[in-house]
């Protein structure tokens, strides 16, 4: 099924569309098509595994060798990490909001040409071990991308402290070429080797190595400047104030069984949310929202 908007005051061309298929695994997803961009979203995870401009390659890596079925995460795009991120004991990595099958709750392709569509995680055993609460994903298509995470505290009496992620992978054309500006000053817990506090010195960061990064009380823009792609890639954020910087390198990349040995060459995490120190309590009846904005642009 392919649905368009109906204003009928809006020029053909500029219509955003929704169109329902079956994904990889016939797993249910949606394809967004906009004047600008392409942006494909499963149901399983609210999972964002493509975005791209049509003059540019792919915003977003995807590994070759990801799973699509459920109960497992995919690999690359955009994981949806909640209610807690990381290890945790006796309980699956980054939290259980990035294996479960969200619900589609609307879709408005709007006369300017966006697309907005609204996803809401649905009741599971395990939310059942938190305080009752909703939680919205807003995904919004155009000459970017946008993600809103709305978490709400349905609970009368009792706090909700959580974390999130949103665990952006992007496709880059070197890592070893690249550098990532906006950290310099914040302090950091290097979580390769233990985990140890330490404060980022560098105005552009280079990666030379597995690189496994919390920085804290960072809220400001990252930019991602990628001289192979001749990209500029922007991270803007509101309401987050975690920036996790990751990629798995050689050795962890062989041990991954969902990831290709090479892969780490093309990819970089840049990851935005609130997580370890920062992570967010809410009073009852209390609602948070992290926005991210992902755009880009050819470098001259
Ligand atoms: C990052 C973490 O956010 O996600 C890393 O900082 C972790 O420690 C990585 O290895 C991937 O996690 P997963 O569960 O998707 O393999």
Not at 127 to 143: G, H, K, W
Request: proline residues 7%; hydrophobic residues 35%.
């Amino acid at each position: 099924m392919t649905t368009g908007a109906s204003d009928p005051k809006a020029k053909p061309e500029a219509l955003g569309r929704v169109t329902f298929l079956d994904g990889q695994n016939e797993l249910p997803m949606l394809e967004v098509s906009t004047a600008w961009s392409t942006a494909v979203i499963y149901l399983h995870g609210a999972h964002v595994t493509q975005f791209k401009k049509h003059d540019e390659p792919p915003l977003l890596f995807m590994s070759q060798c990801s799973r699509f079925t459920e109960g497992q995460p995919i690999r690359g795009g955009i994981p949806v990490i909640f209610p807690w991120f990381g290890p945790r004991e006796g309980l699956r990595q980054h939290g259980f909001a990035r294996v479960q099958t969200w619900e589609l709750k609307e879709f408005a392709p709007a006369p300017d040409g966006s697309v907005s569509l609204r996803f809401r995680l649905p009741d599971s055993p395990e939310a059942a071990a938190f305080p009752p609460f909703t939680a919205d994903y807003i995904v919004t298509v155009n000459q970017s991308l946008t993600l809103q995470l709305v978490i709400t505290n349905l609970s009368k009496d009792a706090e909700f402290t959580f974390e999130n992620c949103l665990h952006s992978y992007f496709e880059v054309g070197d890592v070893t070429a690249l550098s990532i500006s906006g950290l310099k000053g914040l302090s950091y817990l290097d979580t390769v080797g233990g985990s140890v506090e330490k404060t980022e010195t560098s105005d552009a960061l280079r990666i030379s190595s597995e690189v496994d990064r919390i920085y804290q009380n960072a809220s400001d823009t990252v930019a991602i400047f990628d001289p192979r792609l001749g990209r500029k890639i922007r991270v803007e954020k509101q309401g987050s104030a975690s920036t996790v910087v990751w990629n798995p390198w050689i050795a962890k990349s062989r041990q991954m069984p969902d990831f290709g040995d090479e892969e780490y060459e093309r990819m970089i995490c840049v990851e935005s949310g609130n997580v370890a120190s920062n992570s967010i309590s809410l009073p009852p009846g209390g609602s948070s929202t992290l926005t991210v904005k992902l755009s880009s642009e050819t470098l001259k």
